[in-house]
């Protein structure tokens, strides 16, 4: 899908902008969140929103759930560690809500054990998986129309630990491997 394509960051001023998937959101404190989201790249980034629950201009529509596609504006605040950096978010907008996966529970679950696996299996400061997130992005369009929510859920699973090199193409899960998520 054009739309996943991966894209690299772009730094201006002190300020990076990413197209992340969100993969799991905290709440901290009265007002805030914590974020963590698959940059295009494949690696694992945490971020802070400040104020998140409150703003209406900087966060608005919900945009903040986890399985959105977003473009980020962050900045990484001083004392922060250089091996698992917390980005403040001070922007984010909407790419994709896949709202498909709204329609139907079993949809919904499948694609939350999708971000929720990749979000326990990246780790800070891997970049170098750029196929994890196309692999997430198809999952989550897929998920959107699908009809056996439980067979995407599985040859997801394939294809992840195809790709983490587990499972090779002679398995016995071959033919999931084999075809598109979106059959």
């Given at each position: 899908i054009a739309l996943f394509e991966a894209k690299k960051a772009k730094s201006c001023r002190g300020f990076v902008k990413e197209r992340i998937i969100l993969l799991r959101k905290i709440k901290y404190?009265?007002?805030?969140?914590?974020?963590?989201?698959?940059?295009?790249?494949?690696?694992?980034?945490?971020?802070?929103?400040?104020?998140?629950?409150?703003?209406?201009?900087?966060?608005?529509?919900?945009?903040?759930?986890?399985?959105?596609y977003i473009s980020a504006q962050c900045t990484t605040p001083p004392g922060t560690s250089a091996e698992a950096p917390l980005y403040l978010l001070t922007e984010a907008s909407l790419i994709k809500g896949f709202d498909g996966l709204r329609d139907r529970y079993e949809r919904l679950q499948t694609a939350l054990a999708m971000v929720q696996l990749l979000n326990q299996m990246c780790q800070h400061g891997v970049e170098d998986a750029p196929e994890l997130f196309d692999l997430l992005g198809n999952g989550l369009s897929s998920a959107e129309t699908s009809e056996d929510a439980e067979i995407l859920k599985l040859q997801f699973e394939a294809k992840l630990l195809y790709l983490q090199g587990v499972l090779s193409t002679d398995s016995i899960y071959a033919d999931l491997l084999s075809r598109p998520l979106s059959e």
């Open positions: 404190g009265e007002s805030d969140l914590i974020l963590h989201g698959l940059n295009s790249r494949g690696g694992r980034m945490n971020f802070i929103a400040r104020g998140a629950l409150r703003s209406k201009k900087r966060f608005a529509g919900g945009v903040l759930e986890p399985t959105h």
